[in-house]
C-alpha cells in the first residue's frame, strides 16, 4: 500500500474546506472604526439609496455602504438620506436643480434587480450636479453575501473618478488581536474588509503570533507563531485554511517580508548567531543570507521594483534604517536624524518611507522621502508602531494605543480625517494593509 | 503504517467535525486552532506526536526556595543585551548545575519591554537569550544542553507601561 504515502490532493482540499467552513461561521467581534480627525474640504456628495426592481429584496443597504465608504475617507461628506427630498434611481429621473439647491457637488444613482442567474445587478450612475454630466455609470452583478464587496468595488469607482486615485474600499487588513492574560489568553491572527465587517479568525493560538504580511496577490498571508515553543514563519492559503511552516531554524524566526513578484520571502534568521536578513525562494527552497553582521539586522522590506531591501540594524549602535540591493553588496545607511529608527517600508510609488522613530522619548510614525529626508511625523502617541502605507499610498495604517489598549489608526497623507479601528474587548495591533484586491 | 497515519488524520477530523463542523449545531462554530490548522496540512506519513505521560519528578534544587538555582532570571538595561555583572555569579551556578547533571537542559528565553518596535525587540530578545547563552558555553555548559527562544515583548512579565515594569520585563528566563 505504498500509495498511502501521499494524501491525494482533493483530501487536503477537502480538509482545508473544512477549515474554512468552521473560520467562515464564527462569530467575531467586529473591527469598529470612528472618525477622529476633522473633515474640513469634504466634498459634498449624495449617494441616493438604492430601488429595488422586481422582487430584488437585498439584504444589504448598497448606498449606505457606499456613503460610509466615502465618509470614512475624509474626502467626501455624503448627504443623509433623510434629507434628501427626493430619491431618484435612474438618471432619466433626475431633475439636476434639486441637488444644485441642495449644494451637491456629485450625486450618484443606482437599482438592484433580480439575475436571471440567480443573486442581483446592480446598476449605478455617478453624476457631476454642476454640469448634469455622466461620470461613470456601471453595472455590477453579485450574490447575495456579494453585496458589500459590490457596494465597496462602487465606492472604489466613484472615488477614483473623483479624486484620481485608486479607491481602497474593496481591500482588506489582517491584524493580530489578544485577550485575556496569562493561561487563558488567546492571540488570533484576522482578517477584515477594510470596513472593519467580516471578521475572519486565520489562526487562534494560545502563544504569540506577530508580523501578518500579505502575498501581493492577495490571496496569502505569512506570520510568525510560536506553536510547541518555537518561533516558525508560516504561509498560509486564505481560501483553503493550508499553511505550509516556511523556516523553523535554531535561533530566531522573524519579520516576512514577500517580494513583490510573490516568489521570494525575506525574513529575519539568528541561525548563523546573530539576527541577519535573509532571502527564501519559495519555489526552489534556496535560501540566501543578504547581511552577515554581528549586531541585529531585521525588518526587512521590499522596494516595490523589488530591487533593494530596506533594514533595521543597530550596527551602528543604535537602530537605524539601512539599505541593501537584493543581489547582495554593502548596506548603506537611510536614517540619519534621531538615535532610533525602525520598522521601515515602502510607499506603493516607491518615493516615500514610512517609520518608527523616537522622539523625546515616544515613539511615533514618521513619513520621510526614500533617501529618509523631509521628514513629516504622521501620529502623535507615545508607543505607535508597525506603519504601513495603503495600497493607494494615500494613508498609512498604524497600530497606537487608546486609554491604555492596543487599537489601529489610519492617517491620510494629504491631510483630513483620521481613524481609529478598535475591538469590544482585547487588543488590536501589527496591522498589515492587504493589496488591491483584483 | 502508512495506513494508520491515513486514520489518525481522519480522527481528529471527525473530533473537529463533530465540534463545530455542524450545521444544524446549536453551538456557535469556531475558527480551526493553530493545532487542527497543522492537523489538516500535514503530510502523510508524518506521525503525531504521541502522548508521553506525566514523570513524577524528583524533589529538585531548581524547585527548593533555599537552593541559588531557584533563582532563575537576570535582567538587562534598555535596548542592551550584555549581562550585568550582578547576575554572573548566578549564572554560574546554573552553568554549573547543567555542567554535572545527566540529562539537564534549559531553554533561554529572551524578553523585552514593549518600548520600540517588535520585531526589532524580538532580535533584542534573541540577542539577549544568546548573551547567556555564550556566557555558559565559557563556563564550560556542552551546547546541546542549551536553546534559545526569544518571545520579544510579547510576553511581559508585568502589563505595567511604566519604568519598574519595563525594567522586570527586559529578562532572560532560565527555563529547565
Given at each position: 500500500?505504498k500509495t498511502h504515502g501521499?494524501i491525494?490532493?482533493?483530501?487536503l482540499l477537502?480538509?482545508?474546506?473544512?477549515?474554512v467552513?468552521l473560520?467562515g461561521?464564527?462569530?467575531?467581534?467586529?473591527?469598529?472604526i470612528?472618525i477622529?480627525?476633522?473633515v474640513?474640504?469634504a466634498q459634498?456628495?449624495?449617494?441616493?439609496?438604492?430601488?429595488?426592481?422586481?422582487?430584488a429584496?437585498p439584504g444589504?443597504?448598497?448606498a449606505?455602504?457606499?456613503s460610509?465608504?466615502l465618509?470614512?475617507?475624509?474626502?467626501?461628506?455624503p448627504?443623509?438620506?433623510?434629507?434628501?427630498?427626493?430619491?431618484?434611481?435612474?438618471?432619466?429621473?433626475?431633475d439636476?436643480?434639486?441637488?444644485q439647491?441642495?449644494?451637491?457637488?456629485?450625486?450618484?444613482v443606482?437599482e438592484?434587480?433580480?439575475?436571471?442567474a440567480?443573486?442581483?445587478?446592480?446598476?449605478?450612475?455617478l453624476?457631476?450636479?454642476?454640469?448634469?454630466?455622466?461620470?461613470?455609470s456601471?453595472e455590477?452583478p453579485?450574490?447575495?453575501?456579494?453585496?458589500r464587496?459590490?457596494?465597496?468595488?462602487?465606492?472604489?469607482?466613484v472615488?477614483e473618478?473623483?479624486?484620481?486615485?485608486?479607491?481602497v474600499?474593496?481591500t482588506?487588513?489582517?491584524?493580530?488581536?489578544?485577550?485575556?492574560?496569562?493561561p487563558?489568553?488567546?492571540?488570533t491572527?484576522?482578517?477584515?474588509?477594510a470596513?472593519?465587517?467580516?471578521p475572519?479568525t486565520?489562526?487562534d493560538?494560545?502563544?504569540p503570533?506577530?508580523?501578518?504580511?500579505?502575498?501581493?496577490?492577495?490571496?496569502?498571508?505569512?506570520?510568525?507563531?510560536?506553536?510547541?515553543?518555537?518561533?516558525?514563519?508560516y504561509v498560509q492559503?486564505?481560501?483553503?485554511g493550508?499553511?505550509?511552516r516556511?523556516?523553523s531554524y535554531?535561533?530566531m524566526?522573524?519579520?516576512?517580508a514577500?517580494s513583490p513578484?510573490g516568489?521570494?520571502?525575506?525574513?529575519?534568521?539568528?541561525?548563523?548567531?546573530?539576527?541577519?536578513?535573509y532571502?527564501?525562494d519559495?519555489?526552489?527552497r534556496q535560501?540566501t543570507q543578504?547581511?552577515?553582521h554581528?549586531?541585529?539586522d531585521t525588518?526587512?522590506?521590499?522596494?516595490?521594483?523589488?530591487s533593494q531591501l530596506l533594514f533595521?540594524?543597530?550596527?551602528?549602535?543604535?537602530?537605524?534604517?539601512?539599505r541593501?540591493?537584493?543581489?547582495?553588496g554593502?548596506a548603506?545607511?537611510v536614517s540619519?536624524?534621531?538615535?532610533y529608527?525602525?520598522?521601515a517600508?515602502?510607499?506603493?510609488?516607491?518615493?516615500?518611507?514610512?517609520m518608527?522613530?523616537?522622539e523625546?522619548?515616544r515613539?511615533?510614525?514618521?513619513?520621510?522621502?526614500?533617501?529618509?529626508?523631509?521628514r513629516?511625523?504622521?501620529?502623535?502617541?507615545?508607543l505607535?508602531?508597525?506603519?504601513g502605507f495603503a495600497?493607494n499610498?494615500?494613508m498609512?495604517?498604524?497600530?497606537?494605543?487608546?486609554?491604555g489598549?492596543g487599537v489601529?489608526?489610519?492617517k491620510p497623507?494629504?491631510?483630513?480625517a483620521?481613524q481609529r479601528?478598535s475591538?469590544?474587548?482585547?487588543?488590536v495591533?501589527e496591522?498589515?494593509?492587504s493589496?488591491l484586491?483584483? | 503504517?502508512?495506513?494508520?497515519?491515513?486514520?489518525?488524520?481522519?480522527?481528529?477530523?471527525?473530533?473537529l467535525?463533530?465540534?463545530?463542523?455542524?450545521a444544524?449545531s446549536?453551538?456557535?462554530?469556531?475558527a480551526?486552532s493553530?493545532?487542527?490548522?497543522?492537523?489538516?496540512?500535514r503530510p502523510?506519513g508524518?506521525?503525531?506526536?504521541?502522548?508521553?505521560?506525566a514523570?513524577?519528578?524528583?524533589?529538585?534544587?531548581?524547585?527548593?526556595?533555599s537552593?541559588?538555582?531557584?533563582?532563575?532570571?537576570?535582567?538587562?538595561d534598555?535596548d542592551n543585551?550584555e549581562?550585568?555583572?550582578q547576575y554572573?555569579?548566578?549564572?554560574?551556578?546554573?552553568?554549573n548545575?547543567?555542567y554535572?547533571t545527566p540529562?539537564a537542559?534549559?531553554?533561554?528565553?529572551g524578553?523585552?519591554d514593549e518600548?520600540?518596535?517588535?520585531?526589532?525587540?524580538?532580535?533584542l530578545?534573541?540577542r539577549r537569550?544568546d548573551?547567556?547563552r555564550?556566557?555558559?558555553?565559557?563556563e564550560g555548559?556542552?551546547?546541546e544542553?542549551?536553546?534559545?527562544?526569544?518571545?520579544g515583548?510579547?510576553r511581559?512579565a508585568?502589563?505595567g507601561h511604566?519604568?519598574?515594569?519595563?525594567?522586570?520585563?527586559?529578562?532572560?528566563?532560565?527555563?529547565?
Amino acid at each position: 500500500m505504498k500509495t498511502h504515502g501521499r494524501i491525494p490532493s482533493s483530501f487536503l482540499l477537502l480538509l482545508g474546506l473544512i477549515a474554512v467552513l468552521l473560520a467562515g461561521g464564527a462569530a467575531h467581534a467586529k473591527l469598529t472604526i470612528e472618525i477622529t480627525g476633522g473633515v474640513e474640504g469634504a466634498q459634498p456628495i449624495a449617494v441616493v439609496p438604492f430601488g429595488n426592481i422586481g422582487d430584488a429584496r437585498p439584504g444589504v443597504d448598497v448606498a449606505a455602504v457606499v456613503s460610509a465608504d466615502l465618509a470614512r475617507s475624509g474626502r467626501f461628506a455624503p448627504m443623509s438620506p433623510r434629507e434628501m427630498l427626493v430619491t431618484p434611481h435612474r438618471e432619466e429621473d433626475i431633475d439636476m436643480r434639486d441637488w444644485q439647491l441642495l449644494s451637491m457637488n456629485s450625486l450618484v444613482v443606482g437599482e438592484i434587480s433580480p439575475s436571471p442567474a440567480g443573486g442581483y445587478m446592480i446598476n449605478y450612475d455617478l453624476l457631476d450636479v454642476f454640469t448634469g454630466r455622466k461620470l461613470l455609470s456601471g453595472e455590477l452583478p453579485s450574490t447575495e453575501k456579494g453585496l458589500r464587496n459590490a457596494a465597496h468595488r462602487i465606492a472604489d469607482a466613484v472615488y477614483e473618478e473623483l479624486t484620481g486615485e485608486p479607491g481602497v474600499f474593496a481591500t482588506r487588513i489582517a491584524y493580530v488581536t489578544s485577550t485575556g492574560r496569562g493561561p487563558k489568553s488567546r492571540v488570533t491572527l484576522r482578517v477584515a474588509d477594510a470596513d472593519g465587517y467580516n471578521p475572519q479568525t486565520i489562526v487562534d493560538s494560545a502563544d504569540p503570533i506577530m508580523s501578518p504580511t500579505w502575498s501581493p496577490d492577495g490571496r496569502r498571508l505569512a506570520y510568525v507563531s510560536f506553536e510547541n515553543h518555537q518561533s516558525a514563519i508560516y504561509v498560509q492559503e486564505l481560501a483553503s485554511g493550508r499553511r505550509e511552516r516556511v523556516a523553523s531554524y535554531d535561533g530566531m524566526n522573524g519579520s516576512p517580508a514577500f517580494s513583490p513578484d510573490g516568489r521570494k520571502l525575506a525574513m529575519a534568521l539568528s541561525k548563523g548567531g546573530n539576527p541577519d536578513i535573509y532571502v527564501l525562494d519559495l519555489g526552489s527552497r534556496q535560501l540566501t543570507q543578504l547581511t552577515d553582521h554581528y549586531a541585529i539586522d531585521t525588518e526587512p522590506a521590499w522596494s516595490p521594483d523589488g530591487s533593494q531591501l530596506l533594514f533595521t540594524s543597530d550596527r551602528g549602535g543604535r537602530p537605524q534604517i539601512y539599505r541593501v540591493p537584493v543581489t547582495g553588496g554593502p548596506a548603506q545607511r537611510v536614517s540619519f536624524e534621531g538615535d532610533y529608527n525602525a520598522a521601515a517600508s515602502y510607499s506603493p510609488d516607491g518615493r516615500s518611507l514610512v517609520m518608527v522613530t523616537r522622539e523625546g522619548g515616544r515613539f511615533r510614525i514618521v513619513l520621510t522621502d526614500v533617501g529618509g529626508g523631509s521628514r513629516r511625523y504622521l501620529s502623535n502617541g507615545s508607543l505607535d508602531e508597525s506603519p504601513g502605507f495603503a495600497p493607494n499610498g494615500s494613508m498609512v495604517i498604524y497600530a497606537t494605543q487608546n486609554n491604555g489598549r492596543g487599537v489601529l489608526a489610519v492617517k491620510p497623507i494629504g491631510g483630513g480625517a483620521s481613524q481609529r479601528l478598535s475591538q469590544d474587548s482585547g487588543e488590536v495591533r501589527e496591522p498589515s494593509w492587504s493589496p488591491l484586491l483584483r | 503504517m502508512p495506513q494508520r497515519s491515513v486514520l489518525s488524520l481522519l480522527l481528529p477530523l471527525a473530533a473537529l467535525l463533530a465540534a463545530g463542523g455542524c450545521a444544524t449545531s446549536p453551538e456557535p462554530q469556531r475558527a480551526p486552532s493553530a493545532a487542527e490548522l497543522d492537523a489538516a496540512s500535514r503530510p502523510a506519513g508524518q506521525p503525531y506526536e504521541s502522548v508521553r505521560p506525566a514523570e513524577t519528578k524528583p524533589l529538585s534544587p531548581l524547585d527548593d526556595p533555599s537552593s541559588p538555582l531557584y533563582r532563575k532570571v537576570v535582567y538587562f538595561d534598555y535596548d542592551n543585551a550584555e549581562i550585568q555583572p550582578q547576575y554572573l555569579d548566578l549564572l554560574r551556578v546554573h552553568a554549573n548545575y547543567l555542567y554535572r547533571t545527566p540529562g539537564a537542559a534549559v531553554t533561554l528565553e529572551g524578553h523585552t519591554d514593549e518600548r520600540g518596535t517588535r520585531d526589532y525587540n524580538l532580535a533584542l530578545g534573541d540577542r539577549r537569550a544568546d548573551a547567556v547563552r555564550r556566557f555558559m558555553i565559557a563556563e564550560g555548559v556542552p551546547a546541546e544542553k542549551l536553546s534559545t527562544l526569544s518571545y520579544g515583548e510579547e510576553r511581559p512579565a508585568d502589563t505595567g507601561h511604566n519604568e519598574q515594569s519595563w525594567a522586570l520585563n527586559r529578562r532572560v528566563e532560565l527555563v529547565y
